[in-house]
Structures are given as C-alpha cells and as structure tokens.
C-alpha cells in the first residue's frame, strides 16, 4: 500500500465548477499535511497547509480527518488558472523535513 | 520565485557513468532535501541536509550519496547511473529541521540516462 494514496484522476471540469479531491495516508503518526500545486514541467508549490480544525484560502478549502486518515481540497469556482497537478503530502516524522507525496491528480479547466 | 536555484537544468548521461547536481539554497534557510520525480509519478524524498549533516534519507541505494557545504548549498551526487535514474531532480530549502514551515523548491534538473 503506497503512503500516500489520491485520486488518479484526471479531472475535466468546466469553468465555474466545484471539484473535490481525496487522499489518504497510511501513517498514522503523520504529523503534518499539505497541499501543493505543480504546473507543467515546473516546480512544486505549496499551495496550503492542512489544519484538523479545516481551513479556507479564498475559493480552496482542506479538510483532515485524522481517525480515517484522510484529506480533502475543494476548489469552488474553478478558474482556467487551476489547471495544474495537485499532489497530497505529508510529513510522517515531525521531527524531520522530509515530505511524502502523493502521486498527485491532474485538473484541467475547460473554458 | 522561490530564491533556490539548480544547476543544470536538463542533462544527458549514458548507463554506468557518474552525475552531479547542484543546488542552492533561499537565503537564510539551512537545510536542503532532495526528491526524485519520475513522469507521472509525485517528488520521491531521496535525502535531507541539515547544517552539513545527512539528517534522514528515503530508499534509495548508496550509489545515491549528496553533502552540503558552510554556505548550505548542497549537491547530489549518482553513480552508476540506471536507466531508471532518468527523471526530474528536485533540490527544496528550508529554515530547520522539523516545524511546519514551507519547503521551497528549485526548478529542478532533467536528467536522461541512456
């Protein structure tokens, strides 16, 4: 079972639309969780961290469920501009930097 | 952009030799980890530096091996190459080991193994 599991996607959505996407992790010593973004062929970036209590930036929204290990991101309102990979990771040893990902989920954002 | 830079951006090698890649770290930041992304597949954690020392590694054979200077750049160095060591390199800094802040990356480096 692979650490970090998310939806394989791809997702096509049209602008405007709402879409959701899922991921677990196996550890449940995870200490951390976040959200990054990458475009094609670039870098990731860290598009938000993840909080148990949920947390909201603008139209993205995670939530964490610690007791079912598993994280979601909502994006409401979809822009051509969310076009990109999204990849679920996680920090499995709080003491240490090292990241875990996800295979990540491809969106692309009909107009 | 993120302030980590690495060196060079695309590379080609040939099986069994050997590579070095370079990063530099965002000013201030300490610790350097390094991760390998094969195509559709998400950053692999091959190794982290914290201050000159090796501070945890992924699952990757000893032929994978990296340091980190005094001024916290850091390199990452392959030996016998694989075909399957073809892939993006990615280089991301950080300020300390632990916490909850962001890891910045570098562009990475493309490197093909023939």
């Known amino acids: 079972r692979k650490e970090v599991e998310q939806d394989p996607g791809p997702f096509n959505v049209p602008e405007g639309a709402t879409v959701a996407f899922n991921c677990t992790y196996s550890?449940?010593?995870?200490?951390?969780f976040f959200w990054y973004r990458q475009d094609c062929r670039k870098e990731p970036k860290l598009l938000m961290s993840v909080y148990s209590s949920g947390n909201e930036d603008g139209r993205f929204t995670a939530q964490l469920n610690r007791a079912s290990q598993y994280i979601s991101l909502l994006i409401r309102d979809s822009k051509l501009s969310d076009s990109a990979t999204y990849l679920c990771v996680v920090n499995p040893q709080g003491s240490a930097r090292q990241l875990t990902f996800g295979s990540g989920t491809q969106l692309t954002v009909l107009p | 952009e993120t302030g980590v830079t690495q060196s060079p951006t695309h590379l080609i090698k040939t099986r069994g030799q050997q590579v070095t890649l370079r990063c530099s770290s965002q000013?201030?930041?300490?610790?350097v980890s390094w991760y390998q992304q094969a195509l559709g597949q998400g950053p692999q954690f091959i190794f982290q530096y914290y201050r000159e020392e090796e501070n945890g590694r992924g699952n990757f054979p000893p032929r994978f091996s990296g340091l980190q200077f005094p001024n916290y750049s850091s390199e990452l160095n392959v030996n016998a190459l694989e075909l399957d060591d073809s892939a993006l390199y990615l280089c991301?800094?950080?300020?300390?080991?632990?916490?909850?802040?962001?890891?910045?990356f570098g562009p990475g480096t493309r490197l093909t193994v023939l």
């Open positions: 991301a800094s950080s300020l300390g080991r632990g916490g909850y802040n962001e890891q910045f």
């Open positions: 000013s201030g930041h300490n610790t």
């Open positions: 550890n449940s010593a995870s200490q951390s």
